[in-house]
């Protein structure tokens, strides 16, 4: 694994991201994205459920035995997936990637730190401001670093999970290379995307979800499972306006 360049507030940086990157990334808006994507993955008791389960479920019928091995999901946000690895597989090591350093500074505090978080969203009817306490897993790490460039040595993880990145990339083709890359061979990648893609290139170069398909497998992937339409409902307020995601869920491996 590559060393950071350096540590800001205990998170990792793998690469450099200026301030102008800062201003222009909205993930780094702490009070509209991390109090909302905070909301979203770590209070379920606001919604009554957790909105993304679905996310959870696809992924949960194609785990193995991942117990002493190395596991990583790419754009963690605030980390309910990798740490819900991490519980899962105490003897595991664990790290959660993503490029915004507010949302790893969330996911540390919660996840790694054990500080109990307030989250406010009563402009969304969701009131009173509620506690939520945090987790203290010795398991895992959080660090910055982009898709496309991954700070892992090839072959070296057991475990890749990723979801709403890859179509949010600015090079998902390379960053498909660097999922198949890090994973070790006869380990497995679940990867779960809307495709809902931001460049015009990249629907020309990965849609129909065959050409995806296509390119996965010239790279060297072997396909496990491939399903459509997973119905994914964003929950947004106490009115029940959700955001409904029709994803592709996906299991590949590595030929050893």
């Known amino acids: 694994m590559l060393a950071p360049l350096f540590y800001r507030k205990n998170i990792p940086f793998f690469c450099h991201k200026s301030e102008a990157d800062f201003r222009k990334d909205p993930y780094e808006q702490y009070d509209s994205m991390v109090v909302r994507q905070s909301a979203l993955h770590l209070a379920d008791q606001l919604w009554g459920q957790y909105p993304m389960q ?6 949960e019928a194609h785990y193995s035995d991942f117990s002493e091995g190395n596991i990583l999901e790419v754009g963690c946000g605030v980390g309910r997936w990798i740490a819900s690895l991490a519980q899962h ?16 500074k969330r996911a540390q505090e919660y996840w790694v730190q054990g500080k109990e978080i307030t ?12 506690g939520v306490p945090g987790h203290q897993l010795s398991n895992l790490q959080f660090g910055l670093a982009k898709a496309e460039e991954l700070p892992f040595a090839a072959n070296s993880q057991d475990l890749v999970v990723s979801s709403f990145l890859l179509d949010r990339l600015e090079e998902p083709l390379q960053g498909l290379k660097e999922l198949f890359r890090v994973l070790r061979p006869g380990g497995r990648l679940i990867l779960i995307t809307p495709l809902n893609f931001q ?15 296509q390119v996965m497998r010239g790279m060297g992937f072997n396909i496990l499972t491939w399903e459509e339409n997973i119905v994914v409902e964003e929950s947004l307020d106490i009115h029940s306006n959700i955001i409904r995601w029709s994803c592709l869920g996906l299991v590949a491996g590595k030929a050893a």
């Open 54 to 59: 679905a996310v959870l479920d696809f992924a």
């Open 89 to 104: 597989y105490p003897q595991a090591s664990c790290w959660g990637i993503d490029y915004s350093y507010q949302m790893l």
């Open 119 to 130: 989250i406010d969203l009563s402009d969304k009817g969701l009131g009173p401001a509620l």
């Open 199 to 213: 460049q015009a290139a990249h629907w020309e170069s990965l849609y129909p979800t065959d050409r995806l398909r």
